[in-house]
């Protein structure tokens, strides 16, 4: 069964700063990737996805996957206040059409000015 | 406009009863899912959906039954309510495809007591 674990726990980061969370997956046939992010009281919202090794920049945004090393990671450039939320990784394995996705606990990122 | 729809935004139920989640989507999407969130666990997948057909049932229990009557609906019955079903319930929609993002409600938080 897959397992999805992210790192850290939690991460302080002053307004402008860079913030990086990491997520390693269990299952090598895992093919797609997404971070989420959610506010207090909301649904979680898409940010981005990754399908490819190497890095995908969206923005601010970075990911960067190796199915290799079973990991994939999100940098924030810049960091504002309102980034302040919960951050999930999401995979799916891709062997069915309409398929699950498996999370991470979360990171939650905390931005001050 | 929120394009997906969850209600009731909170609900509060006694031990024993039963309660349906309901949940509607205008996006246009051919494949509907049910997540679950509590403090123990992280987001959980719990039914998938296309085209008001069941794909994927990852509940243990048959006290969660999704309902679908109409093609952009998914809604969620959950009988014999139990403490241990305290948690909040997201609904998500996406297009049929590994690589297509799932949109997330803005959940259901249930309270049972």
């Known amino acids: 069964q897959q397992k999805v674990q992210q790192s850290p726990e939690s991460l302080i980061v002053p307004e402008g700063g860079m913030a990086s969370l990491n997520c390693t997956f269990s299952?090598?046939?895992?093919?797609y990737f997404w971070w989420y992010r959610q506010h207090s009281g909301e649904g979680p919202k898409a940010l981005m996805?990754?399908?490819?090794?190497g890095d995908k920049k969206e923005g601010r945004f970075t990911a960067h996957l190796n199915k290799a090393s079973l990991h994939v990671s999100l940098h924030i450039k810049d960091s504002q206040p309102s980034d302040s939320a919960l951050y999930f990784c999401?995979?799916?394995?891709?062997?069915?059409?309409?398929?699950?996705?498996?999370f991470g606990r979360g990171t939650r990122l905390q931005v001050y000015a | 406009d929120p394009k997906i729809i969850q209600k009731p935004k909170y609900l509060v139920a006694v031990t024993g009863s039963e309660k349906i989640l309901i949940c509607e989507q205008y996006?246009?999407?051919?494949?509907m899912y049910w997540y679950r969130q509590s403090a123990k666990k992280p987001l959980e997948f719990m039914f998938s959906?296309?085209?008001?057909?069941?794909?994927d049932n990852q509940t243990a229990s048959s006290r969660f039954q999704p309902q679908s009557s109409k093609k952009n609906h998914l809604d969620l019955q959950i009988t014999a309510l139990k403490p241990d079903d305290s948690a909040t319930y997201f609904c998500?929609?996406?297009?049929?495809?590994?690589?297509?993002?799932?949109?997330f409600g803005p959940g259901t938080r249930l309270l049972v007591l």
């Open positions: 998500a929609s996406s297009q049929r495809g590994n690589q297509d993002t799932q949109y």
């Open positions: 299952d090598r046939n895992s093919q």
């Open positions: 996805s990754i399908f490819s090794n």
């Open positions: 999401a995979v799916r394995v891709g062997t069915q059409v309409v398929g699950q996705l498996t």
């Open positions: 996006l246009g999407h051919n494949a």
């Open positions: 959906y296309s085209y008001q057909k069941l794909m």
